[in-house]
Nanobody
Framework: QVQLVESGGGSVQAGGSLKLSCATS????????VGWFRQTPGKEREFVAA????????YYADSVKGRVTISRDNAKNTVDLQMNSLKPEDTAIYYC????????????????????WGQGTQVTVSS
């Protein structure tokens, strides 16, 4: 069982950068995966990136590949999402989520693979 709190959202100009952080508390087990998703009004939640806890394998959506880096900060107990070259279409509420890789059957990019979610943090990119 793990608790998640996102932070780092804000407003930036197109082409700018933001780093989102997902603070984790509680016990983190070797089988956990942490993912980042985003959602805009009228659209389904969209996968952004994920990292497996045990071996730090990373996965990215094609829409953000090359502009986004997911990483883990062991000292701060956070999973971070560094976003560069931001575009207006990146505007969304960003959520981090945690799941158990042993229970994943549909893939790490599917939101149903995660059972713990943070409250979200707003990212706004202006043109």
């Amino acid at each position: 069982q793990v608790q998640l709190v996102e932070s780092g959202g804000g407003s930036v100009q197109a082409g700018g950068s933001l780093k989102l952080s997902c603070a984790t508390s509680g016990r983190t087990f070797s089988t956990y995966v942490v993912g980042w998703f985003r959602q805009t009004p009228g659209k389904e939640r969209e996968f952004v990136a994920a990292m497996t806890w045990s071996d730090s394998n990373v996965y990215y959506a094609d829409s953000v590949k090359g502009r986004v880096t997911i990483s883990r900060d062991n000292a701060k107990n956070t999973v971070d999402l560094q976003m560069n070259s931001l575009k207006p279409e990146d505007t969304a509420i960003y959520y981090c989520a945690a799941g158990d890789t042993r229970l994943v059957v549909a893939g790490l990019s599917v939101d149903s693979s995660y059972n713990t979610w943070g409250q979200g943090t707003q990212v706004t990119v202006s043109s």
